[in-house]
């Protein structure tokens, strides 16, 4: 407990402090007014050192008095009764704090009577282990006690805080120290890394350098040296790196060059010994096609003629058929008709003399008939079967003559018929060897066709070839002006390649020596650099062996935060003594936040 009222370092101060304030007003001119006075200093809660420039500002009701703590730290108000003020201590950088005084409930007549009140106020800088939220509501208050008329501090409602804050800082301090620890040994780490990167940096170990320089910007990336260091090495290995791929690009350039000439001179001459054998090939192939086209027509030629005898041939022997046919022909129709010619004259015979038994049946009829008058009222039945009789035989040779006469039609007409038939064999015959020659005809018609379009195929054939073979000599002529102009242009580009190449190389032989000018500079200014601080440390060295004969591993580190001691006559609580009676200036009570 003790312990904590000592880190609390509550002070009461029975000294008469100066009459001023922050609104501008001479607190002389305010003594006859009835109004409360506040003052003290406001320092570094670990260092203790005073805080000049921190924003000072009391808000109540309507009215709002603010001002900054001079160079001492020192702050000064000024403040009315019957007022509920919230005063906040603010600056940039730093956490602030916010205290509040309730200046209610004074009687009029006591007001002169009460004392003139002091608060400290420690600040610190915001990090991560301090909880800035702890301040957000005020860390004291001030309430007036009318037993004592005094202006007071609240302590049941600002024990605990504090009592928490300290407890807080303090733990953060602890954190803080380890962290400046580490920062320290940080530090240390980065100038271990920047001396081996400057040593091997002067002997151009330029990979060990690198590595080192690296080291230092990943402690300190907001240290320019290692970064243009490191860009200068980085500088120097690139431009050398660049200027050796280009020596060597320009190189295999070179060689692929020779290279290629070589190839194109062989591939020429191989293209001519090629068009040469092609040619040879060529006129041998024309030469023979020529024999063959020549024996093809002779054969041909003899052919035709071979044909055209056969088909005279043919022809002559159609021809002597179809005669002997045609005569064939006629005489079996003579024959026919002579036949024919003896059966009407023997039928015609027949009806005569059937006729002229007719007759002479009817006249001897008629003569039995006149013989026979008188008894053809007896005989009438025998009359008249007898009619009957004459009659059935009137009509049989009704029908015999009809008969006869129907096959005479009938002989007419096949005589008729047999005359067209002939008329139609002969028409027949003649079509047949109209037909035949005809189809002589077309058939050397088609063979003339044939032969034509076989010498037209051949000769689109040749065309054909011709064209081809133009086409494919122009391809080949195409090819090779193209193969021409495409080795022109990667010639052209390959040339302006090499000149590109040239000059980058220059250009990154200029750069390499203007950096390694620099590189030069920077690498005497390091030698300097490290045979100073080899003499510093020398020098240090041999002044700590003087002063501390201990050994290093004996000698602790001081802390790097420096705690403001508490004064062992603070309390957390001091009843002050009134030295006067009556009205005039009053023993402040003094209390640290």
Not at 3 to 19: A, D, M, P, Y
Not at 103 to 121: C, S
Not at 314 to 333: F, G, H, R, S, V
Not at 407 to 413: A, D, P, R, V
Request: aromatic content about 4%; some cysteine; charged content about 40%.
């Amino acid at each position: 407990m003790i312990k904590k009222l000592q880190i609390l370092s509550f002070l009461v101060f029975t000294n008469l402090v100066s009459f001023a304030q922050l609104d501008g007003s001479d607190q002389k001119e305010k003594w006859a007014e009835d109004n409360i006075f506040l003052d003290g200093v406001v320092s570094d809660y670990y260092s203790g050192e005073s805080i000049s420039g921190v924003r000072v500002t009391a808000t109540g009701g309507q009215k709002t008095i603010s001002g900054t703590s001079d160079e001492k730290g020192e702050y000064k108000l000024v403040l009315e009764y019957d007022e509920i003020y919230t005063i906040t201590f603010s600056k940039a950088g730093l956490t602030s704090k916010k205290i509040t005084m309730n200046t209610n409930g004074v009687p009029d007549l006591k007001r002169q009577k009460v004392p003139d009140m002091g608060a400290e106020i420690t600040m610190f800088k915001p990090n991560k282990c301090i909880q800035s939220e702890m301040l957000d509501a005020p860390i004291g208050r001030a309430i007036y006690y009318p037993k004592k008329n005094v202006m007071d501090w609240d302590m049941d409602y600002s024990m605990d805080k504090l009592i928490a804050l300290n407890e807080m800082l303090d733990d953060c301090a602890k954190e803080a120290e380890k962290q400046k620890e580490l920062e320290e040994q940080k530090e240390k780490d980065y100038n271990t890394a920047m001396k081996t990167a400057n040593k091997t940096f002067a002997k151009e170990d330029y990979p060990t350098a690198i590595e080192n320089y690296k080291k230092a910007i990943a402690l300190f990336d907001d240290r320019p040296e290692p970064k243009n260091k490191l860009k200068l090495i980085e500088t120097e290995i690139a431009k050398k790196a660049e200027i050796e791929k280009q020596r060597a690009e320009e190189k295999a350039r070179a060689e692929a060059e020779a290279k290629a000439k070589a190839e194109a001179v062989a591939a020429a001459k191989k293209a001519e010994e090629e068009r040469l054998a092609k040619e040879k090939a060529e006129q041998e192939a024309l030469a023979k096609a020529k024999e063959e086209e020549e024996a093809k027509k002779l054969a041909e030629e003899a052919a035709k003629k071979a044909e055209e005898e056969r088909i005279a041939k043919e022809k002559a022997e159609q021809e002597a058929l179809a005669k002997a046919k045609e005569e064939e022909e006629a005489k079996k129709l003579a024959e026919e008709a002579a036949k024919k010619a003896e059966e009407e004259r023997i039928a015609k015979e027949k009806a005569e003399a059937l006729a002229k038994e007719k007759a002479k049946a009817e006249t001897d009829a008629l003569a039995k008939a006149a013989k026979e008058e008188k008894k053809l009222q007896e005989k009438e039945k025998a009359l008249a079967k007898a009619a009957k009789e004459k009659l059935a035989k009137e009509n049989a040779e009704k029908e015999a003559l009809a008969k006869a006469a129907e096959e005479e039609k009938q002989l007419k007409q096949k005589a008729k018929q047999e005359a067209i038939a002939k008329e139609a064999a002969l028409a027949k015959n003649t079509a047949e060897r109209e037909a035949a020659e005809k189809k002589i005809a077309e058939n050397q018609a088609k063979q003339d066709e044939k032969n034509a379009l076989a010498k037209a195929k051949e000769s689109e054939k040749e065309k054909l070839l011709a064209q081809q073979e133009a086409k494919k000599r122009a391809d080949a002529e195409a090819k090779a002006l193209e193969n021409k102009l495409a080795a022109k242009k990667k010639e052209n580009e390959e040339r302006k390649a090499k000149e590109t190449a040239a000059l980058l190389a220059k250009k990154a032989e200029e750069e390499r020596a203007a950096n390694q000018v620099v590189l030069q500079e920077v690498k005497e200014e390091v030698k300097v650099e490290i045979a100073k601080q080899e003499e510093q440390e020398a020098i240090k060295a041999a002044i700590e062996i003087k002063e501390n004969p201990k050994s290093p591993a004996e000698k602790k580190a001081s802390p790097s935060i420096k705690f403001k001691r508490p004064n062992p006559n603070r309390h957390l609580y001091v009843k002050p003594n009134k030295h006067k009676k009556g009205k005039g200036p009053q023993p402040k009570k003094r209390i640290v936040f």
